[in-house]
């Protein structure tokens, strides 16, 4: 196989999974516009160290992501759906192609191309890739600093390994010392696996490890100079006292289990593949007590090829780094998903030659489920859902809007061919499988269906759901009720180092939003709160100021699932 040939058919597939439909989405959670609004606010204030977003909130990343996000604004002109994601579908780009460079001269080009495409066609990496959030940036740095890395370590540690300081660099500016820690670990790890001097290898790590401090120190001392001791107690917070689990609020508390089931979870559809897969092996009785088994294992390890086993190092150590906070989240294991996907794709070349069948089985249910979906969209598009399906549960009339959204919106000849795509890879699926696949046929069939069904998902079913659950109309109705001038929120949830705020409504007012408590509201004035937040504002402020309202949103938010309403406030002689 032609390397050159499949980097750029890679990259074509993923500027086409990636770049297409970034913008075809309102924000419809807390967590995108509350990282957009942080860059909106580096360009309406031209402080692109410490901005304040909110009325009164301090970034709680380093701005690497946000800077990006801001400097491509700054040249489109505005930050928005599309800009705002754009860093994110970008290092999920670089990530991919580099990791394929990477395999393909280790491991050989198919099964390099084939973790690529598994990479970028699993669900926690492409949700991740197309959202405006620091996780995918992270990543990317995170990992493109592993290659690099063990790149370096192949010289022998001569030289200097610039692109990686260069990452690890962005990532500590994207999250925090993390970035720099778990990619210097893997390497020095292996380095001493495979017989390396303990100290040479501390020493030169070390100094990757400082180097890559560099530029982080001059934005943490430039911060500091801005936001003094707030700031250093949000860093202390968000980096030390997160990893130690003595937060001063609860944040994604989760036991060590958890992170295999997001795991599992994350790497769907590949995971029903293994599973399938385990019905179709040989098993034999392990034969041997358990030291002939660590004997074996151990000497697995040393037989391993090197590539194999750094990859297998930087699974073991950033999962098991990550089981040891309280905090967890399915996101923080993303930099592990690129290498499993490389031992995923030594996998299923395995399958393709001894268990063709389970490869088959797999690919007839994905595409099923391709069928499946437009038959579902054709019956909702012809009204033959009813509403009572849906019961008379609090959700209910959210869920009926979804339905009336997908039976609504105009069927353009794009919206077409995007909806049928998955059907059409699904028949080139059966035509492959009706044939001789002893080839790789069957194997890339599979992963178009995948393609095609995220590429679907994204063009044209979660846009028009999710654009009713967004609170981007309602920021819209507001607007057109105040053009111009503050406005304040009110919120009764006020937690102590992490002060909620709506984040949509305030990021599509361009960030005009602040806190009623925290700055002097002045005669009168217009606030947004919940209609159970009112009895605590009345009990608060009864006494200076008087509400009515001028506006009931009848959505349920997508930041706090509240019904929320605009009140004009005046104060009392």
């Not at 999974?17 to 309102?26: A, D, H, K, R, W």
């Not at 780094?321 to 290498?339: A, D, G, H, N, W």
């Amino acid at each position: 196989m032609d390397r050159r040939k499949y980097f750029w058919i890679l990259a074509l597939l993923c500027a086409c999974s990636l770049l297409l439909f970034l913008g075809e989405s309102s924000f419809h959670t807390r967590g995108e516009p509350r990282e957009a609004v942080v860059a909106l606010s580096m360009l309406q204030q031209g402080n692109w160290v410490l901005p304040v977003n909110n009325g009164v909130e301090l970034a709680f990343k380093p701005p690497f992501f946000h800077w990006c996000i801001a400097a491509i604004s700054a040249v489109a002109g505005a930050v928005n759906e599309y800009t705002a994601r754009m860093p994110s579908a970008l290092a999920l780009m670089a990530m991919v192609l580099v990791g394929y460079v990477f395999f393909a001269k280790r491991r050989g080009t198919e099964v390099a191309f084939l973790a690529a495409l598994i990479t970028l066609t699993n669900f926690e990496v492409h949700r991740a890739g197309v959202a405006c959030r620091v996780d995918m940036v992270l990543t990317a740095m995170m990992v493109i600093a592993l290659y690099q890395l063990y790149k370096w370590a192949e010289k022998d540690l001569k030289g200097v390994p610039v692109v990686a300081i260069l990452c690890l660099g962005a990532a500590a500016l994207t999250k925090g010392p993390v970035g720099i820690a778990l990619p210097c670990a893997v390497p020095a790890v292996f380095l001493w696996i495979r017989g390396k001097g303990f100290f040479r290898v501390f020493f030169a790590f070390f100094g990757v490890a400082v180097a890559a401090c560099i530029l982080p120190a001059l934005w943490y001392v430039a911060a500091y100079a801005q936001g003094g001791e707030r700031f250093l107690g949000l860093v202390l917070e968000e980096n030390v006292y997160r990893l130690m689990g003595k937060m001063t609020y609860a944040s994604h508390e989760n036991p060590a289990w958890y992170n295999v089931v997001t795991v599992v979870a994350g790497y769907v559809p590949y995971t029903l593949l293994v599973l399938l897969s385990l019905f179709f092996l040989h098993y034999r009785k392990p034969v041997g007590c358990w030291r002939t088994w660590w004997v074996r294992f151990k000497a697995y390890i040393r037989d391993m090829d090197d590539a194999r086993l750094y990859a297998l190092l930087s699974i073991a150590i950033i999962f098991v780094f990550y089981c040891i906070p309280k905090s967890k989240r399915s996101v923080y294991l993303l930099p592990i998903y690129p290498f499993i996907a490389y031992f995923l794709a030594e996998y299923i070349v395995y399958l393709r030659h001894r268990h063709l069948n389970a490869l088959r089985v797999f690919g007839s249910i994905m595409s099923g489920l391709s069928i499946l979906l437009l038959l579902v969209f054709m019956a909702v598009r012809m009204d033959w859902v009813p509403e009572s399906l849906f019961g008379d549960g609090r959700h209910a009339a959210e869920n009926i809007a979804y339905m009336h959204a997908l039976s609504d919106f105009p069927m353009t000849l794009l919206a077409v061919l995007i909806v049928a795509l998955p059907v059409m890879a699904a028949c080139w699926y059966f035509r492959v499988q009706h044939r001789n696949a002893a080839d790789n046929g069957i194997i890339y069939a599979c992963i178009g269906v995948i393609f095609s069904i995220f590429f679907a998902l994204d063009g044209v079913y979660q846009p028009t759901v999710l654009n009713v659950k967004s609170d981007k109309a309602v920021a819209e109705h507001i607007a057109r009720i105040v053009p111009e001038g503050r406005l304040y929120s009110f919120r009764t949830d006020v937690v102590p180092g992490n002060r909620m705020h709506p984040f949509t409504v305030n990021f599509y007012l361009g960030d005009r939003m602040v806190p009623f408590d925290c700055l002097d509201p002045g005669a009168e004035g217009y606030v947004f709160m919940g209609e159970d937040a009112v009895p605590v504002f009345e009990e608060r402020y009864g006494r200076d100021y008087t509400l009515e309202e001028v506006y009931n949103s009848n959505h349920r938010s997508c930041d706090d699932k509240r019904n929320n309403r605009l009140y004009r406030f005046r104060r009392l002689e």
